[in-house]
């Protein structure tokens, strides 16, 4: 994940290097890995101004591994078959595992989740969200798994929280 957290940090390059683009208003948004990467591009950059992640993946790789089976099971016998130990595995995984980036970012937060969600469950996306320090609320989607990227209270949430922001920097 090194080089797709690098290319996050290049995609916003890019973009600030458009000339039509308004530097003072960068926001991002995703979900699932595009969520985690959301997070990850606000950690590293602080040149955007506010993310909407949901259903994130990526994130407190231990405990995900123990209560999803995929990817986790592959990868745990991958890596046993190498010999290479549970402990050394998650060592290695630290330095890819969103939770230890997001004490980083600097702009405020929207996150969303569904609460039935069993391929990205919510208490492992608080592990990163929990340790934000910026600004940050929560949406919750009782009734939803990992599929609320087209719910319209989503959609409307993530549209005025970034209206929100639009309003903040024009006064």
């Not at 000339?19 to 955007?48: M, N, P, W, Y």
């Not at 991958?78 to 890819?96: N, P, R, V, W």
């Not at 934000?132 to 919750?140: E, M, Y």
């Amino acid at each position: 994940y090194r080089g797709v957290f690098a290319d996050a940090v290049r995609a916003i390059d890019f973009v600030c290097s458009r000339e039509k683009v308004d530097q003072d208003r960068l926001f991002a948004e995703g979900g699932s890995q595009g969520g985690a990467l959301t997070l990850i591009a606000a950690s590293l950059d602080h040149r955007i101004d506010a993310i909407a992640p949901s259903v994130l993946s990526l994130v407190d790789y231990k405990d995900y591994f123990q209560i999803v089976h995929w990817p986790g099971e592959p990868i745990l016998k991958a890596a046993a078959e190498k010999g290479i130990s549970d402990e050394d595995l998650y060592k290695t995984l630290s330095y890819f595992d969103v939770k230890n980036f997001t004490d980083r970012i600097q702009c405020p937060v929207l996150m969303g989740f569904g609460l039935q969600d069993v391929v990205c469950p919510p208490h492992t996306n608080f592990a990163g969200y929990n340790a934000i320090t910026a600004p940050k609320q929560w949406i919750v989607f009782p009734d939803k798994g990992h599929n609320i990227g087209f719910q319209h209270r989503w959609l409307d949430s993530r549209e005025e929280f970034f209206q929100q922001i639009i309003a903040q920097t024009t006064k």
